[in-house]
Structure formats: structure tokens, C-alpha cells
Nanobody, 121 residues
Framework: QVQLVESGGGLVQAGGSLRLSCVASGSIFSINAMGWYRQAPGKQRELVATITSGGGTNYADSVKGRFTISRDNAKNTVFLQMNSLKPEDTAVYYC???????????????WGQGTLVTVSS
């Protein structure tokens, strides 16, 4: 079993910054891609950013130039640095990981419980 635990959400004024963290734990052989998604009230969950085990990144157009995703493979941790935050960035942010799980080496997609980011105008 694999668990993802996010932290770092909170309330911030427009133009401010927050840093989200997500730690994976459990019976993990390895983790391939990790990413962040978000869901605003009344909207569908959407991709924010992803990062491969080799460091390749992908961003939603709405956050390019403002958000940076990074990871520490040794600690099974992914980060999301969010700068120049806007009220429209307000959402629950979810961590996602594609893990290879022990003992059978099965691929498993895992989600965290979410952390709320609120940006006030």
C-alpha cells in the first residue's frame, strides 16, 4: 500500500507565494511520474504540473512562468512552488504518483487527500 500526504496549503494574498510538498510512503519499489492537480469549487479536477523520474516537466498554460514543480527522488517527495498567486488559483490541490508497488512490482496510481489553497484578492 502507498500513501501520499500533502502539506503547505493555506491562505495567501494575491501576488504571494506558497510551497506545497507531498511525501509518498509505503511499499514502494519506485515512483515514475509525480504531479499536482487541482479542483476549484464547481469545476473538474485539472492538471497543474507533472514531473518524471528523470526531471522532465509539464505545466498547464495557466501556471507556466509562475509555478515550478520539483522532486527529491531519494525522499519520494514532490514540491510545487507557487509564485504570483491569483484568486483563480484557489482550489484543493492534489498530489498524484505513479508508483511501482512491492512485493509484486504492480503499477499503481495514487492520490493524496488534498490541501486547500485560498488566494484572496
Amino acid at each position: 500500500q502507498v500513501q501520499l500526504v500533502e502539506s503547505g496549503g493555506g491562505l495567501v494574498q494575491a501576488g504571494g507565494s506558497l510551497r506545497l510538498s507531498c511525501v509518498a510512503s509505503g511499499s514502494i519499489f519506485s515512483i515514475n511520474a509525480m504531479g499536482w492537480y487541482r479542483q476549484a469549487p464547481g469545476k473538474q479536477r485539472e492538471l497543474v504540473a507533472t514531473i518524471t523520474s528523470g526531471g522532465g516537466t509539464n505545466y498547464a498554460d495557466s501556471v507556466k512562468g509562475r509555478f515550478t514543480i520539483s522532486r527529491d527522488n531519494a525522499k519520494n517527495t514532490v514540491f510545487l512552488q507557487m509564485n504570483s498567486l491569483k484568486p483563480e488559483d484557489t482550489a484543493v490541490y492534489y498530489c498524484n504518483a505513479e508508483a511501482v508497488v512491492a512485493p509484486m512490482g504492480v503499477d499503481l496510481e495514487v492520490w493524496g487527500q488534498g490541501t486547500l489553497v485560498t488566494v484572496s484578492s
